[in-house]
C-alpha cells in the first residue's frame, strides 16, 4: 500500500485519478485531497476515500467544508498556506492536478518531499521550469509525467540516452477550431471553444487546446523533462488524438504510444510506474478508426506555439510571463471581456513589454507571475 495526495482532487485529472484508485482500494492510502472552492464536493470525495485532511484553498469555503465533515474525523483546512502544508504531508505519491500556477507552490512543497510527482499541472513546470528541475534533482524527487503527449514520451524513451534521440514529436489534435477560417476565430464563443472533440477536459485546457497555447505549454513541458533540446522538439497535428506522441532516435526508428483518449491512461501509467495497472478503459479499435492522419500545424491562424518556442528559447522568466499572461487572457475570454483572437494578441503583447530577469528561487517566479498578471489584466480592461 502506498500513501496518496491529490491535489485538484475535484477536478477531471483529480476526479480521473481517484476513479483509478477507487477500482484499487487496498493499493492506496489517501493522505490529502484539495479543491479550490468545491468543498461539498470535495468533503464527499474525503469521505468515501478516507482521507486524513481535505483542503480548500478559497478560505471563504472552509466553513462549508468543516460543515460537510463534520463527526467524520477528516481535518479541514483553507487558504494558499494550508494547502501548502497538505502537500507536504509526505505522501508517497503526490498527484498535482491543480490547473495554472496556482498549482506551483504545492507541488514545490512535494517535490521537496522528494517522493514521486505524478505531473498534470503543466502551468507550475512552464512557470518554474529550471527553478522545479533543480528542486526535483535536489530533492531526490521523481517527476512523471502525466500530461498525455508526455506520458507517452516518457514511454517511447524507455531511459534510453538522449543522445540517441533525433525528434520528439508532440502530436496535437489542433482542437476544436482546427479548420476554422480567421474570421471564425475572431468571432468564436466560450462554449464553442469548450467543446473539444476528442477530449473531456476542464474548461482552461479546453481553451488553450483550441488556441493552441496548449500544446506550446507542452513544448516547454517537453523541453524541461526531456534534455534533448528545443531544436530536437517538433509539434505535429494529429486530429484523431490516437498517436499521443512519438520518438524518432538516430537509428531510423520511430517508436510511439497509440491509445483512448481517456486521461485514465497516462494516469495509470504515473501511479503504477515502473510497473503496470489495469484501467476500464476503451480497448484501441484501429480497425474502426480506420484512418490516422497527420499535418504540420498553421502558425499563422495559431501563432501560440511560436510564442511558445520563442518563449523557450529566451528562458528565464519569460514562459512564466507567457503563461501568467495566457492564464488572465483565457479566463477574461470565457468571462465575456475579450474575443477569442485577443488572447495570443495579448499574451504577445505583455511578452513584449514586460521582460524580468530569470527567476533563482520559487518566490522569484511567483513575483513575476504576479506582475505579468497585473500586466495582462489592465490589457483586458483597456480593450
Ligand atoms: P479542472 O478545472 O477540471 O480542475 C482543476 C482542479 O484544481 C480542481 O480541483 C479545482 O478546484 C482546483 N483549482 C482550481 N483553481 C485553483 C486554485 N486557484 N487553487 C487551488 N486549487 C485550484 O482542470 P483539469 O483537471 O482539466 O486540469 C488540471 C491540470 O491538468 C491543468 O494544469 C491541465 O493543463 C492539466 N491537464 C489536464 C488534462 C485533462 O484532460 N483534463 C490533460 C493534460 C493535462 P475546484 O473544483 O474547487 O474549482
Ligand atoms: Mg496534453
Not at 497538505?86 to 507541488?107: K, S
Not at 476542464?202 to 513544448?219: H, P, Q, R
Amino acid at each position: 500500500m502506498r500513501t496518496l495526495t491529490v491535489l485538484g482532487a475535484t477536478g477531471s485529472i483529480g476526479t480521473s485519478t481517484l476513479d483509478l484508485v477507487r477500482r484499487n482500494p487496498e493499493g492506496w492510502r489517501v493522505v490529502a485531497l484539495t479543491a479550490h472552492s468545491s468543498a461539498i464536493e470535495l468533503a464527499r470525495l474525503a469521505r468515501e476515500f478516507g482521507a486524513e485532511i481535505a483542503v480548500v484553498a478559497d478560505e471563504a469555503c472552509l466553513p462549508a467544508l468543516r460543515d460537510a465533515l463534520a463527526g467524520s474525523g477528516i481535518e479541514a483546512a483553507g487558504g494558499p498556506a494550508a494547502l501548502v502544508e497538505a502537500a507536504a504531508r509526505g505522501a508517497q505519491v503526490t498527484v498535482a492536478a491543480i490547473v495554472g500556477c496556482a498549482g506551483l507552490a504545492p507541488t514545490m512543497a512535494a517535490i521537496e518531499q522528494g517522493g514521486v510527482i505524478a505531473l498534470a499541472n503543466k502551468e507550475a513546470l512552464v512557470s518554474a521550469g529550471d527553478v522545479m528541475m533543480a528542486a526535483v534533482e535536489r530533492h531526490g524527487a521523481t517527476l512523471l509525467p502525466v500530461d498525455s503527449e508526455h506520458n507517452a514520451i516518457f514511454q517511447c524513451l524507455c531511459g534510453n540516452d538522449p543522445e540517441h534521440v533525433r525528434w520528439i514529436t508532440l502530436t496535437a489534435s489542433g482542437g476544436p477550431f482546427r479548420d476554422w477560417s480567421w474570421e471564425r476565430l475572431v468571432a468564436a464563443t466560450p462554449a464553442e471553444a469548450v467543446r473539444h472533440p476528442n477530449w473531456d477536459m476542464g474548461a482552461k485546457i479546453s481553451v488553450d487546446s483550441a488556441t493552441m497555447f496548449n500544446k506550446g505549454l507542452e513544448l516547454i513541458e517537453a523541453y524541461h523533462l526531456f534534455p534533448v533540446g528545443l531544436d530536437h522538439l517538433r509539434i505535429i497535428v494529429h486530429p484523431q488524438s490516437v498517436v499521443h506522441s512519438m520518438v524518432e532516435y538516430r537509428d531510423g526508428s520511430t517508436l510511439a504510444q497509440l491509445g483512448p483518449s481517456d486521461m485514465r491512461v497516462p494516469i495509470a501509467s504515473a501511479l503504477a510506474w515502473p510497473g503496470r495497472m489495469d484501467t476500464p478503459c476503451a480497448p484501441l479499435d484501429l480497425a474502426a478508426i480506420g484512418e490516422l492522419t497527420f499535418r504540420s500545424p498553421d502558425e499563422v491562424r495559431f501563432p501560440a506555439t511560436r510564442l511558445a518556442r520563442e518563449a523557450a528559447q529566451s528562458g528565464g522568466a519569460v514562459p512564466a510571463v507567457l503563461n501568467a499572461a495566457n492564464e488572465i487572457a483565457v479566463a477574461a475570454f470565457l468571462g465575456g471581456q475579450i474575443g477569442f483572437t485577443r488572447i495570443a494578441a495579448q499574451v504577445e503583447d505583455v511578452l513584449s513589454s514586460y521582460a524580468p530577469p530569470p527567476p533563482d528561487c520559487l518566490s522569484d517566479v511567483l513575483e513575476v507571475d504576479g506582475e505579468a498578471r497585473a500586466r495582462a489584466r489592465l490589457l483586458v480592461t483597456s480593450t
